[in-house]
């Protein structure tokens, strides 16, 4: 999925009654024109993370002119712009194959200008296109083993697609004691959140977790290294 779809959908997403009802402009996508008097909104182009996920953020912009006070146009119309972003930030779930997260709900910014504009940012992530393993999470539990000790047992938690990213770069080869292991490290997105004590399972091996992240909302990134030997 590239740029352009992301922008796309989010220009179908935006291009609605609701929204159309509180500006008197357009909604553009990458661009605005040049000496537009009237209120737009306008659609940046989309910064992706590092790695092979198509996650990232995007900046809607909603731009409104200063208000005219008695000859003064220096300060921003804050009632126009809020409006605006209350129309737009109840639309921000999905957009196409995008599923979205509002990391910036809208803050007023003062361009070198002198105008002024009102910034949201969402995060997206295409899951229809890049979870495409199947994994599995096991979560480990501690049991008696009848002889005053312990053992431990696993229980399939959840299974569902996942995607490995960001495959550590160099050598992975582990020297211990005399023996010698390639420990894979590498993060798995997934939408679930997995815990520390459980292990991930896919068709390669079976993974240790050892760092939880909320990527975005409903999707979690784990730092991971496989088991080997």
Sequence with gaps: ???????????????????????????????RPINSNKTDVVISVPEYNAGSLNTGYVDINVHAPNLNLSGDQTQP???????VVDAIL?????????????????IPIREANGQWYANIRVGFVGL???????????ELNRVS????????????????????????????????????????VSDWIIPFEAKKNMQLHTSDGVYTIRGIVEEMKGVWRLNTVRIDG
């Design 1 to 31: 999925m590239s740029a352009f779809d992301i922008a796309t959908d989010l220009f179908r997403l935006l291009n609605v009654p609701s929204v159309r009802a509180t500006i008197d402009g357009s909604i553009y996508k990458f661009n």
């Design 77 to 83: 119309d804050l009632i126009g712009m809020q409006a």
């Design 90 to 106: 109840p639309l921000l779930t999905t957009a196409g194959n995008f599923d979205l997260s509002v990391r910036i709900a809208g």
């Design 128 to 138: 229809d296109d890049t979870l495409s393993e199947d994994v599995q999470l096991y």
């Design 145 to 184: 083993d009848g002889f005053g000790g312990f053992t431990s047992s696993s229980t399939l938690a959840w299974s569902g697609k996942g995607a490995q990213v960001d495959v550590r770069k160099g050598s992975q080869l582990s020297t211990e004691i005399g023996r010698y292991e390639f420990n894979l």
